[in-house]
């Protein structure tokens, strides 16, 4: 009676780390089934499938694809591909939006938890001219990743949103001289509006009326630029010339510098 008890309270345990759609989980052996979650892509294309595998006393977040039978997880420094694992079966509909700096917006995908028991949540970063799956954790403004057997991070992210959560709260309506127009992030300016058509976009207006939408724009001497797809980023100069792309930064001379393109 005392060893079922035991074997029961193990089982429990178990079921308490995982999230609450652990049905959606299933070990995998062989082939890929259909449906498995599309997490990111190699530079070839290649998709690379959402998986997490027991590491040490956490369940880390991590990549494999087709003819591969590891779960890459990324974990203090290293790469680490580990033969036990699960895929996830897309359980429900969701999105990538940006980055959220430290926060986690309501409806961020807990995939995992860290070994100080810290939930761990599904992020993804262009790199290298793919898109790679990774991990992040509230108060953390960066996506761990894995890659050439390094575990490498980056502060230009996306992360993944389950139910379109944020949708309906960004969701806003403005009047115009053309007539009343709804979207995300609305911009005016004499008289004209301008909303962007997905979550994650934004809308500025630049000094001369002129209202541009897209991803992290910037903005300097009354010009404005935005990113034109999730995952970019818009940073100016010193001279007031604004360039867009992937992990634009500025450099210690100040030249903005980005990431080659996906």
């Not at 993804?124 to 790679?132: D, I, K, L, V």
Request: hydrophobic share 30%.
């Amino acid at each position: 009676m005392k060893r079922s008890h035991f074997l029961l309270g193990v089982a429990i345990a178990l079921a308490t780390v995982y999230s609450t759609t652990s049905a959606y989980w299933q070990p995998i052996r062989g082939d890929i089934p259909t449906h498995t979650f599309v997490a990111g892509h190699e530079n070839d294309g290649t998709p690379l499938y959402l998986c997490r595998a027991h590491y040490l006393n956490s369940i880390q977040i991590g990549k494999t694809w087709s003819g591969y039978d590891k779960c890459d997880i990324s974990y203090a420094g290293r790469e680490i591909p580990l033969s036990d694992y699960e895929i996830n079966i897309q359980d429900s509909q969701g999105e990538w939006q940006p980055g959220p700096g430290d926060d986690i917006p309501v409806g961020g995908f807990r995939v995992g938890t860290d070994t100080n028991g810290n939930p761990l949540f599904l992020c993804r970063t262009p790199f290298n001219g793919g898109m790679q799956p990774g991990k992040t954790w509230a108060g953390y403004d960066k996506c761990n990743f894995s890659y050439g057997g390094e575990e490498l991070f980056q502060r230009n992210f996306e992360i993944y949103v389950k139910g379109n959560s944020n949708s309906q709260v960004n969701r806003e309506c403005v009047n115009s001289s053309e007539g009343r127009i709804c979207g995300y992030s609305c911009a005016s300016a004499f008289g004209h509006a301008r909303c962007a058509l997905r979550p994650g976009e934004e809308c500025k207006a630049d000094a001369y009326g002129e209202i541009i939408c897209g991803f992290h724009c910037a903005s300097a001497f009354g010009h404005v630029q935005c990113g034109d797809r999730p995952g970019q980023n818009c940073v100016a100069d010193h001279f007031g010339n604004i360039k867009c792309g992937y992990n634009c930064h500025q450099s210690e001379f100040g030249e903005v510098i980005c990431d080659s393109e996906n």
